[in-house]
């Protein structure tokens, strides 16, 4: 069964350090999602792209993230500078479209800001 | 802004026993309901999606949907201790492109 590959999966740094997650989503699939979710509670959305085009990234924080998928593809989730209310897991998940299809999630990123 | 209320538990059932959980929504016009299952420190992982009121079931699972009460809920039969895990309700609201997920409701199926 295809998936969506994340890397890496396991992430520390320092605070003021920059990083970066990389997602591919399973192939044909058009919208692409970035999440935080933070231990004890749900996903929370960063931000959503529907082919290179981003959909919704209210809630991505602008002044230290950013996302970028430019072809459409695979994407890049960076944080600079982290800080330690970052720790948390990032998860990268794909669906077919963005009207009803159910997301389907890599393995995730934990990054722990030291 | 649209919500997504889950029991965050947790919820102890003996091996063999069927597992109620509940999850409520506040956006009316929502239209697809989707449940995940969470391993501690993993992924979340599709169980069902369902998008008419009535019941669907796959497996041990069965998923029921009361549009008009707004809720969706998922009956795990026969439940294993390996089911024990975090179920996650995501809805995706009326109108809306973005799925919102509850905070998960903690199942332990103890031997």
């Known amino acids: 069964e295809a998936e969506v590959a994340q890397s890496p999966r396991y992430k520390i740094t320092e605070k003021s350090q920059a990083v970066a997650f990389w997602c591919d989503p399973i192939?044909?699939?058009?919208?692409l999602y970035w999440y935080r979710q933070i231990l004890g509670q749900g996903p929370e959305l960063l931000v959503q792209f529907q082919d290179e085009s981003v959909v919704d990234d209210s809630q991505l924080p602008k002044d230290r993230f950013s996302a970028e998928r430019l072809k459409g593809v695979d994407s890049t989730l960076k944080i600079q500078p982290a800080e330690l209310g970052d720790s948390a897991m990032y998860l990268c998940?794909?669906?077919?479209?963005?009207?009803?299809?159910?997301?389907?999630f890599g393995n995730g990123t934990r990054l722990t800001v030291t | 802004q649209k919500e997504v209320e889950q029991n965050s538990g947790p919820l102890s059932v003996p091996e063999g026993a069927i597992a109620s959980l509940n999850c409520t929504y506040s956006?009316?016009?929502?239209?697809?309901f989707f449940w995940y299952r969470q391993y501690s420190g993993k992924s979340p992982e599709l169980i069902m999606s369902?998008?008419?009121?009535g019941d669907k079931e796959d497996g041990r699972f069965t998923a029921q949907l009361n549009k008009a009460s707004q809720y969706v809920s998922l009956l795990i039969r026969d439940s294993q201790p390996s089911d024990s895990a975090t179920y996650l309700c995501a809805v995706l609201p009326g109108g809306s492109y973005i799925p919102t997920f509850g905070r998960g409701t903690s199942l332990i199926v103890h031997p």
């Open positions: 192939s044909g699939h058009a919208t």
């Open positions: 998940a794909s669906s077919l479209d963005s009207y009803n299809s159910p997301l389907h």
């Open positions: 956006d009316r016009g929502s239209q697809s």
């Open positions: 369902i998008y008419s009121n």
